[in-house]
């Protein structure tokens, strides 16, 4: 199966700028979707933007216009770079891909990575 890794959240203060980048390896035959999703203290985990392998994006109605997507096929890493953060903002960010294990479809998850935005 695919590990999953993300690095880059941390502390910022409102309107500031976070990038993060998450690396799949493993036994991974092709990645078909990569995105991120995120959950904030007593919410349910959302979705935050998604990319297909050509490129096609889609984002939350939240984040649209502010952050943006991007993904390297042969390095098989999505980036999420978010702009004008704001409180909301806050949550733990989570790295997902949907791949082909050589016939097998699955889905995988990173460990989190912490974003916080202060007012």
């Known amino acids: 199966q695919a590990q999953l890794v993300e690095s880059g959240g941390g502390l910022v203060q409102a309107g500031g700028s976070l990038r993060l980048s998450c690396t799949a390896s493993?036994?991974?035959?092709?990645?078909?979707?990569m995105g991120w999703y995120r959950q904030a203290p007593g919410k349910q985990r959302e979705l935050v933007s998604t990319?297909?392998?050509?490129?096609?994006?889609n984002y939350a109605a939240s984040v649209k216009g502010r952050f943006t997507i991007s993904r390297d096929n042969a390095k098989n890493t999505v980036n999420l770079q978010m702009n004008s953060l704001k409180p909301e903002d806050t949550a733990v960010y989570y790295c997902?891909?949907?791949?082909?294990?050589?016939?097998?479809?699955?889905?995988?998850w990173g460990q989190g990575t912490q974003v916080t935005v202060s007012s």
């Open positions: 997902n891909a949907k791949y082909s294990d050589y016939g097998i479809l699955r889905t995988g």
């Open positions: 493993g036994s991974i035959f092709r990645i078909n979707l």
């Open positions: 990319i297909t392998s050509d490129g096609s994006t």
